[in-house]
């Protein structure tokens, strides 16, 4: 599976630069399966998972729509503060373990009417053979609108490929956007599909206690208000494991006896809760929040094509403090599986990251002048040594090894 192996962030609110794993020409290791960025109240979590959701948002819908979505206000409100330049972004991928990476940058900026456009796209890949080490191949680039694009294979190194010089007449669209759908572009193809896979979630209980019309959904959405039609999908697609799904799932939900499906006389789907102490039933719509939050997160780790990045915010709102480690570990064990996505999750929680090792642990903070720092856990002076003494991450962080304002 495609995973990411860095992403640097410039001029987005109060990430005015910030790095996370490595891109081109940097020397930080890539990113692992599982990460967590930590920090205090307004350090820029939101918005770190915001940008990332811009981007796909710039991706289905163009840049303007995805600055003027309700929650972000306009350009001019994402773009940092006192800065003239464009909003930007680095990213860095794989399409597997064996592919060589992939570079994407992208530039936002505005017109004169204060409109954002794109003004500058590069999709670029390292050269093959170690006399090429360190040269990257650009097979797309756009400034404002207008560029060359590689057909084929998008490289020199495949006959028959071809430069191409093209135009693109809308600034609000990306241009992986358009040449993304085209068969003469595969790389450009694979990094889209790679790009608009992102899972964002932003779970809402009331939602989930909503009884949508029948059908049947294949992903769970990002607020869970499908969860009966998602349900409906699994148990579909995999009939003989659906129980044993729910078993499972039952058996790690304080208080649950077993978790049973019901047919309602209209074709909807019915969860009914068997609880401990109880001779009735309970229905998802009398769940707790934290119940039907962890039912959530369970439910989503038994996606059978999960997406290639999975990014989760503040778990731990609503949910029992000793269930977060066996969270963080179940989210773990999802990263690792064969076709098992990238998980990015944002936390208060010492007890979620006391499942993680210093690799996977990343630290948000704002500075005196307002803009927000990121640093690996890792590359923390004597953090590895105390967490191999023993010590773990989240008792690190409690004991202020990790940033003397981090649970502020």
């Not at 330049?85 to 994407?104: C, G, H, T």
């Not at 076709?339 to 499942?355: C, E, M, R, W, Y």
Request: glycine share 10%.
């Amino acid at each position: 599976m495609a995973i990411l192996e860095g992403i640097r962030i410039e001029n987005y609110r109060a990430l005015k630069m910030v790095t996370m794993g490595k891109i081109a020409g940097g020397r930080d290791q890539p990113l692992p399966r599982l990460m967590a960025v930590i920090g205090a109240n307004g350090s820029g979590k939101s918005t770190l998972l915001d940008a990332l959701g811009f981007i796909g948002d710039s991706l289905a819908d163009g840049v303007e729509s995805a600055c003027d979505r309700p929650h972000r206000g306009g350009f001019e409100r994402l773009r940092t503060r006192g800065l003239d330049e464009p909003i930007k972004f680095e990213i860095r991928y794989r399409q597997s373990a064996e592919s060589r990476p992939i570079n994407y940058s992208l530039h936002v900026g505005a017109d004169r009417h204060g409109r954002a456009q794109v003004v500058f796209e590069r999709l670029r890949q390292a050269r093959s053979g170690a006399e090429a080490r360190g040269r990257l191949f650009t097979f797309l680039e756009l400034r404002n609108g207008r560029g060359t694009v590689w057909s084929g294979e998008g490289s020199e190194e495949h006959e028959g490929d071809a430069r191409h010089d093209i135009r693109i007449s809308d600034r609000q669209v990306l241009g992986i956007a358009t040449l993304g759908t085209l068969a003469d572009h595969p790389r450009i193809a694979a990094f889209r599909e790679f790009l608009s896979g992102w899972y964002l979630s932003y779970f809402v209980p009331q939602l989930a206690r909503t009884q949508p019309v029948a059908g049947s959904d294949p992903h769970l959405s990002r607020t869970g208000e499908n969860l009966a039609n998602y349900l409906r999908f699994v148990q579909r697609e995999r009939p003989l494991a659906f129980q044993g799904m729910l078993d499972r799932i039952g058996a790690k939900v304080p208080g649950i006896k077993r978790i049973r499906v019901e047919i309602a006389p209209d074709k909807r789907l019915l969860l009914a809760f068997d609880a401990e102490g109880f001779d009735q039933p309970f229905y998802q719509q009398d769940m707790s929040d934290g119940t039907l939050k962890l039912l959530a997160y369970m439910l989503l780790m038994e996606d059978p094509n999960p997406a290639p990045l999975v990014g989760i915010e503040e778990p731990e709102n609503g949910l029992y403090q000793q269930l977060l480690a066996v969270l963080a570990q179940e989210f773990k064990a999802f990263s690792q599986r064969p076709k098992g996505p990238q998980v990015l999750v944002t936390t208060h929680s010492p007890n979620f990251i006391d499942a993680l090792a210093p690799d996977e642990v990343w630290l948000l903070e704002k500075r005196a002048d307002g803009f927000a720092t990121l640093s690996s856990a890792a590359a923390m002076p004597g953090v590895k040594e105390l967490f191999r003494e023993g010590l773990p991450m989240g008792s690190l962080w409690f004991s202020n090894h990790l940033g003397q304002t981090s649970l502020a």
